[in-house]
C-alpha cells in the first residue's frame, strides 16, 4: 500500500542549478499539491492540481514549476536554486470537490541549497 | 478568509499527564476539521477528523470535538506516552479542495 512516494529523501544543490522534486501516487486521487515546511512557519502550499492538465499557483509559487500530465504523477521543479529554497518539501494528495477527505503526505524530501 | 490558528509550543509534558492542544479556526463556509501528527523525519499522517458540528474524532486516545460555537477544535489526550512525542497540525478544508493549516505545536513527553 504506497500511498504518496517522493523521491529522493535527501538532496544537496548548489546555486542555480535545477532539479525535479517526484511524487507519485496510487489512490487515484484527483487533487495533488505541493507544500515547503520550514520552521515556526508551518506549510506553505506551492502549488496544487485538481486534475491531469489543470495546475494553479498556491501561496509561494515563485522559483517553482509543475506539471500534471498523469493522475499519478505531480513533479515539482526548481528552475535555478537558491539557498532561500532550503526547505522540507512535501507532496500530498486528496479526493478532489469530497470536503470530508483528509489529505495524504508523502515523507517529505529535505532539500538543501549551497 | 480562511486559516487556522494553532496554540504555540512547544510543549513538554511528564509520562502520564494530560494533554490539551488548542485550535480555533476561521471559515465562511462548514469546513471539515482535522488533526495530523508529524514524527521527526516522517510526514503528516492523519491522526483524526471531523466533518460536522459536534463530531467527535477520535484515534490512539486522542480525541477532539467540532464546536462550531466556539469556532474550535481542541486535541486533547487523558494520559500521554513518550511516543507522542510530535508535532501536530491543526487543518480544516473548506467545500472543494482548499485545505488550511496551523503552524503546529510540538510536543514532547519525558518519562
Known amino acids: 500500500n504506497a500511498g504518496v512516494t517522493q523521491t529522493p529523501k535527501f538532496q544537496v544543490l548548489k546555486t542555480g542549478q535545477s532539479m525535479t522534486l517526484q511524487c507519485a501516487q496510487d489512490?487515484?486521487?484527483?487533487?495533488m499539491s505541493w507544500y515547503r515546511q520550514d520552521p515556526g512557519m508551518g506549510l506553505r502550499l506551492i502549488h496544487y492540481?485538481?486534475?491531469?492538465?489543470?495546475?494553479d499557483q498556491g501561496e509561494v509559487p515563485n522559483g517553482y514549476n509543475v506539471s500534471r500530465s498523469t493522475t499519478e504523477d505531480f513533479p515539482l521543479r526548481l528552475l535555478s536554486a537558491a539557498p532561500s529554497q532550503t526547505s522540507v518539501y512535501f507532496c500530498?494528495?486528496?479526493?478532489?470537490?469530497?470536503?470530508?477527505?483528509?489529505?495524504?503526505f508523502g515523507d517529505g524530501t529535505r532539500l538543501s541549497i549551497l | 478568509g480562511d486559516s487556522v490558528t494553532q496554540m504555540e509550543g512547544p510543549v513538554t509534558l511528564s509520562e502520564e499527564a494530560f494533554l490539551t492542544i488548542n485550535c480555533t479556526y476561521t471559515?465562511?463556509?462548514?469546513?471539515?476539521l482535522f488533526w495530523y501528527v508529524q514524527y521527526p523525519g516522517e510526514g503528516l499522517q492523519l491522526l483524526l477528523k471531523?466533518?460536522?458540528?459536534?463530531d467527535k474524532g477520535s484515534n490512539k486516545g486522542f480525541e477532539a470535538t467540532y464546536r462550531k460555537e466556539t469556532t474550535s477544535f481542541h486535541l486533547e489526550k487523558g494520559s500521554v506516552q513518550v511516543s507522542d512525542s510530535a508535532v501536530y497540525f491543526c487543518?480544516?478544508?473548506?467545500?472543494?479542495?482548499?485545505?488550511?493549516f496551523g503552524t503546529g505545536t510540538s510536543l514532547t513527553v519525558i518519562p
Open positions: 489512490m487515484n486521487h484527483e487533487y
Open positions: 492540481s485538481v486534475g491531469a492538465g489543470i495546475t
Open positions: 471531523a466533518t460536522k458540528a459536534d
Open positions: 471559515a465562511t463556509g462548514y469546513p471539515s
Open positions: 487543518a480544516l478544508r473548506v467545500t472543494g479542495n482548499q485545505f488550511y
Open positions: 500530498a494528495s486528496s479526493y478532489s470537490g469530497l470536503g470530508n477527505q483528509p489529505q495524504h
